[in-house]
């Protein structure tokens, strides 16, 4: 069953930017949100949503696994990142509307549709100059929809970044994910090859854990554009999921942890790039 119906939600909405991977794990919420902060900090109004409907991880990763969504007499309003320094990111996800952190979600297909419909209708988001879409890994029902959806206004759509680990595995998973966007009329901005080498926090020694250059090389193959390498670098994991607790132990605010951590010259090159 399909629906007709404009997605009012990205009315005052200018770009779309999706992230997608053709794997789990591979970092792809990760990279979210560093687009998020770092287009936030050159000053854009970004929104983020969340449609990994089966694991939720932006709440989690903003800081912000207790907020709930309000709702106004026009839809739900999304959440502002709980920071004093970046005022423009807002957030999206089915997380805030689960009653417990750890509920499951087991829906079949046409109720994940029915919830897809729903975020492009009914939230406020406000004028916006990005919204970023994480979506599942793969190509599921959930893809199905945003493409219907976003097909409905491709004025909008400004492109996908695809994430890839270096692996073989995972690179091969990608090309499924270029043959979607292809399907899909979604231009693909280039590949990020995430997990590229480890940085010892000691010595800042590089080593090739899971090989390198894999999403290197697929993009020269298909003549995408590499974005960009991102070591496997435990600051990002800590920059990611104890803001909190960075905030308070260094008394910084998040756009000046952000700012000096070794992943935003890597994101800001990324960025640079698909603007
Ligand atoms: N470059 C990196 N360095 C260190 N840790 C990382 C890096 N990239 C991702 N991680 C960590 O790996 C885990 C998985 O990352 P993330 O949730 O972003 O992957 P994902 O592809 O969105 O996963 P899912 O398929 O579950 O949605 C997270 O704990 C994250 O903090
Ligand atoms: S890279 Fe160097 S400092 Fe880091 S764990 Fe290995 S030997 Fe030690």
Same mark, same amino acid.
């Given at each position: 069953?399909?629906?007709?119906? @404009? ?9 779309? !930017? ?41 709440? =989690? ?24 320094? @970046? ?13 417990? =952190? ?5 829906? =079949? ?6 919830? @897809? ?39 909008? +759509?400004?492109?996908?970044? +695809? ?9 091969? /998973? ?16 280039? @590949? ?39 070591? +496997? /670098?435990?600051?990002?994991? /800590?920059? !990611? ?32 790039? +698909?603007l």
């Amino acid at each position: 069953m399909s629906d007709t119906e @404009i997605p009012k939600a990205l009315l005052n909405v200018k770009n779309v !930017i999706l992230v997608l991977s053709g794997k789990g794990g591979v970092g792809k919420s990760s990279v979210t949100t560093q687009l998020a902060l770092t287009l936030s900090l050159k000053g854009y109004k970004i929104g983020v949503l969340d449609i990994d409907l089966t694991g939720p991880s932006l709440p =989690r990763m903003f800081d912000m696994e207790n907020s709930k969504i309000m709702q106004s007499n026009n839809g739900w309003l999304p959440v502002n990142i709980p920071s004093k320094s @970046i005022n423009n990111i807002k957030v999206m996800s089915l997380g805030f509307l689960l009653n417990n =952190r750890g509920d499951s979600v087991v829906w =079949r297909g046409p109720k994940k549709t029915g919830m @897809i419909r729903q975020f492009f209708k009914e939230v406020q988001w406000g004028e916006l100059d990005y919204l970023i879409i994480d979506t599942p890994p793969g190509t599921s029902d959930e893809h199905i929809a945003i493409a219907e959806e976003l097909n409905k206004v491709p004025e909008k +759509i400004y492109g996908a970044v +695809i994430v890839t680990t270096p692996q073989l595995v995972s690179v091969d /998973d990608v090309r499924k994910e270029i043959n979607y966007c292809e399907k899909a009329a979604f231009k693909v901005l280039g @590949i990020v090859e995430n997990m590229s080498g480890f940085v010892c926090p000691y010595c800042a020694e590089c080593t090739n854990i899971f090989s390198k250059g894999g999403g290197e090389n697929l993009a020269n193959e298909l003549n995408l554009k590499f974005l960009g390498a991102v070591p +496997i /670098d435990p600051s990002f994991v /800590d920059i !990611i999921e104890n803001q909190s607790k960075l905030k308070l132990e260094h008394g910084k605010t998040l756009s000046e942890l952000y700012s000096s951590s070794n992943m935003y010259p890597i994101f800001e090159s990324v960025v640079e790039q +698909i603007l």
